[in-house]
């Protein structure tokens, strides 16, 4: 997505932002389960709920990135 690899600093929040997102997600699956139904792309069932909404959701947030939008 990046033109370069993530600072320390970037990879330490990235790291966070995911952590607290699988928190948020294993204690609400509903959320997890309703973030999963949007699209038309099935699921992966092998990876846990939780998990993988906190990944799409740390992901979303890289993609949004002005480097990103811009390069």
Known sequence: ML???LGAKEQKVTQSVL?????????????AE?????GESKVDSSIAAPELAAYTMTVNQL?????VLNK
């Open 63 to 67: 993609m949004n990135l002005d480097e």
């Open 34 to 38: 309703a973030l999963l139904t949007v």
């Open 3 to 5: 033109c370069r690899p």
């Open 19 to 31: 952590n607290d997102l699988l928190a948020h997600y294993e204690a609400v699956p509903k959320d």
